[in-house]
RNA sequence: CGGGGCGUAGCGCAGCCUGGUAGCGCACUCGGUUCGGGACCGAGGAGUCGGAGGUUCAAAUCCUCUCGCCCCGACCA
């Protein structure tokens, strides 16, 4: 198609809106992609909603290819869904809660496994009627705690969701893998940089599940992916590979209390004893939040114990202890607790129960805080029994771990993330509660065994970005650019206006989408308008290039190498063929 | 929810401390000169100073309350 400048809204600005702090925020802004309306909620101006669109397409397309089918079910959800299932109640304040008219009980669907779960159990009875694999493309709803990056975290946002449903478990894996391998083959099409990491299932249950990262600086997930095998995980879920156990020396030091005035930190004290961090516990007490044997919760503290120059993963000691939460302890618990100040926990003599990482157990003569404020203890061994811990993996992996899976010594290599993707394995966690039954072959009625499958899609859009820009403006890739060529003109008389027309009508022609800058304006200006809205292809007629019959053809991103600046003078009578070309790659 | 910051013209900001005619740049309108990387000159239009209440002869400015937005931390596509 084409889309003269002058007969749409395109409204790009100069200046940064203050509000925009990275950089597919900025760009998005100001090359009038989208606009704020509110806090996390923003409308998609022409151009943003030619790039959502286009990835809507990729996106359904591959879901058709793999076999799914699309529905659509509505955002305005009654309570009741949500109540057989408890998360009307477990879900909290992000669930976006409405009164109808009658006092009715509503909400604004943050997910949908509750509806298709029951879309499916009306419907489905038998085995023979599975698999099925239903997916929608639909605006969600989340009273994110705190929406950021524009549309990179909103709380109206656009998600394809999939359901998957099994006879069985061999069966809900084989839908897992077909989507993906669906899943690769979309963030590859749109031109997206990104890992497939291992990732903690949260509250949502079931033990399979992965994550697309899209990688980028600006991203909140922190990952670890080996340099040496396939290995990569969220830093949430990163195993860490287990410590090679050193021959124990022949003798250990004894027990020896020291007095470090006012060194609580590690750092501090690691200077003050002239020890390495790497041979102090770090210990850390954690308020545990358990369910008791009935509806009621229980809490205890419990010490956390890694190696001074290692991190706790909180989520590794939530599972660890199999707890609901886990939080740092107060200033007064840790008093309570140890009857010292904060700075000088440590797990000998201490009460309560101590969970140790397996890399702090094995270090020798440790130096850990003394429970009294102001003294640590050194030369504590864990191996002779010096005191009483259960060993468990509960620190937070980091760039230079070794391998967990192939065992490459330093392997771990960080990233920064974009959660572009996230696939489970639910198994019949909905299915069971919701009564969403089949029967087998042998007449016996089972639940359905099901997976989830989300791809956050106006997220896309600004990951896109993240990944394609530079100083000045958007290099979209070309499958999900708003338009495929800007075409500048820069005269408009009739001769110019003329062979703009014809070049545009025959790449139109061959299918090729054109933004033409028809506007009075400057050279200058119609450049940086280029550059900022970043369609792959540039294309300028001016009176120099009509005197050879002749059109300037430039790449938004060019192969590396050559010159930025470079451009090609192309016949007007071959620019239409050569430019689909280029488009079709 | 804890901490920090900001609401003044469409956008970016100054003015507030020390109350007294609301200002600058960009954008916009008109006229002219320009015309290959965000031109220049001249003239103009545009603001309930987020809202409510209070103090005062007088409030953008001081006080109280309120709404909105952004940023940093715990949650998630």
Redesign the pocket.
Known sequence: MIQRFTKGLLP????T???A?NASHKLLL?GGFVR?V???IYNFLPLGLRVLRKIENVVRQEMDRSGAQEVLMPALLPADYFRETGRWDLYGD?LLRIKDRKGGDYHLGPTHEEIVTDMVRREVKSYRQLPLNLYQIQTKF?D??????GIM??RE?T?KDAYSFDVDEAGAVTSYETMREAYKRIFTRLGLTFRIVQADS??IGGKTSA?FQILADSG??AIVACTHCDYAANVEAAEVAAPVAAAPPATLEAITKVHTPGKGGIADVAAFLKRGADQFVKSLLYVVVKAGPGAEKTTEVVMACVRGDHEVN?IKLQNALGALEVHLASEADVWKATSAKVGYAGPVGFAGKVVVDRHAAVIVDAVTGANETDHHVTGVNFSRGDYQAVIADLRQAAEGDDCPKCGTKGGFKAYKGI????IFILGTHYSSKMKCHFVDEKGAEKPIVMGCY???V??LVASAVEQHHDA?GIRWPMAIAPYHVYLCT?ANDEATTAAGQALASALEAQGVDVLWDDRDE????K???A??IGCPIRV?I????LDQQAC?L?LRNPAPGTDP?A?ELVPLADAATRIAGLVRG
């Open positions: 790009t600005v100069k200046e809106p203050a509000d702090t100001r704020q509110g806090a996390g992000v989340r994110e705690p705190r929406p950021r990056g975290r909103g946002f998600m949260g509250a994550e909140e997930d909180e959660e572009g993707g996230h989300g791809i956050g106006s997220r000045d820069l400057r050279p200058g200006v450049f940086k308008d550059d900022l300028t001016g009176k120099k290039t300037e430039k600046k451009f």
